[in-house]
Structures are given as C-alpha cells and as structure tokens.
C-alpha cells in the first residue's frame, strides 16, 4: 500500500523505520559518514510503499523553494522488481499535480542518471563527488 504523509502525520514507529532504512541504504551500504537526519523531514512530504513486512521503497518531496525529491530508496530485497519505478512514478504524479510548471530538483547519483532521466528530470551541472559518490544536480519543469 502506498503512502503519502507529512512529518506531523509519521507516527513514531514509521518515523524509526524510515530512518532505519535511510541509514542502512546511505550511511551503511554506501558507506558514507554524514549527517542522514539533516532537519528537511518536516518541511517534506513522505512516500513510501509497505507490505507485511514493513517498509519496502520511500522517498520523500522536499517542500521548500525549490522543490526538490530525494532519499530515494528501494529496500534491498526489493530492487531489480519494478518498484523504483512505481517509487518514481507515484512522486512525479504528486509534483505534476500540486506543483505543475515549477522547477523540481533532484540530486541523483551518477549511476542512476539515465533512470532519473526516464522521468523527465536534466542534468544541469557536470558530473562531481559527493561523500566520494558522483552526483548530478538535475532539474524537471513540466510544461504546462
């Protein structure tokens, strides 16, 4: 089942997952030191997919100018099935619906960039390292 929630509306439980799983995507698995809880949380919308057991992809909207998608994830025994893309495609109905004609941004890792650009999202700078993973900053303006 899918679920859109804003900050006020996570119930701690969901809260402590989501944050699991950011961790154990982006500081574990990617083996990268910073800092996960960064204070946007509860300036952004929460997407994420659920079964029996638990949470299985997430993302969340960023509602602040510019409007930006980010933490994308895809629980690890879930990649490679098509739900990245069910991901995707819930967030970019959320952004063409209620921000229609503004300028979305997305940070994406390099390797995810042709996925990204599927989407309609742009790469709008050169490819650069962040915590030693390439990234590109990518724009998407649906026009209206």
């Known amino acids: 089942m899918w679920h859109f929630r804003e900050f006020e509306d996570l119930d701690i439980h969901t809260l402590e997952e989501i944050y699991r799983l950011r961790v154990a995507v982006f500081i574990v698995e990617q083996e990268c030191a910073y800092q996960e809880i960064d204070g946007k949380d509860e300036s952004s919308l929460h997407i994420y997919k659920t079964d029996a057991s638990g ?43 209620y921000h229609s004609g503004e300028l979305i941004y997305l940070h994406g890792q390099a390797h995810l960039k042709e ?5 309609g999202f742009g790469a709008v700078s050169e490819m650069h390292l962040e915590d030693n993973i390439p990234h590109y900053h990518m724009e998407y303006k649906k026009e209206e």
Do not use: C, H
Not at 75 to 89: F, H, N, P, V
Not at 115 to 119: M, P, V
């Open 55 to 97: 949470i299985i992809a997430y993302l969340r909207i960023i509602l602040e100018e510019p409007v930006s998608i980010g933490r994308v994830i895809v629980r690890s025994d879930r990649r490679r099935t098509g739900l990245g893309r069910e991901l995707m495609a819930q967030a970019m109905e959320y952004v063409d619906g």
């Open 115 to 119: 996925y990204y650009e599927s989407f």
